[in-house]
Nanobody, 119 residues
């Protein structure tokens, strides 16, 4: 089993920055791709950014140039550095990780962390 614990959300003014982190723990063989989704009120959950175990990244068009995803494989932790935040970035952010255990591979989810961008 893999547990994901997120931290770093909060209230920030437009143009500000936040860094989210998500640490994987538990019993597993390895962690593959990790990333972040977000869901705003009344909207579908959308992929924000992802990163493979080898470091290849993918971003939603809406965050390119403003957000940066990176990971520390030694700590099984993924980070999302969010800069130049806009009110439309307000959402609950969920991290995920593809965990490889002795019973197979599946996607695990964090509990979600609220990000609010408002003046």
């Amino acid at each position: 089993q893999v547990q994901l614990v997120e931290s770093g959300g909060g209230l920030v003014q437009p143009g500000g920055s936040l860094r989210l982190s998500c640490a994987a723990s538990g019993i597993f063989r390895s962690i593959g791709a990790m990333g972040w989704y977000r869901q705003a009120p009344g909207k579908q959950r959308e992929l924000v950014a992802s990163i493979t175990g080898g470091g290849s990244t993918n971003y939603a068009d809406s965050v390119k140039g403003r957000f940066n995803i990176f990971r520390d494989n030694a700590k099984n932790t993924v980070y999302l550095q969010m800069n130049s935040l806009k009110p439309e970035d307000t959402a609950v952010y969920y991290c995920y990780a593809n965990g490889v255990t002795w019973s197979g591979t599946r996607t695990y989810w964090g509990q979600g962390t609220q990000v609010t961008v408002s003046s």
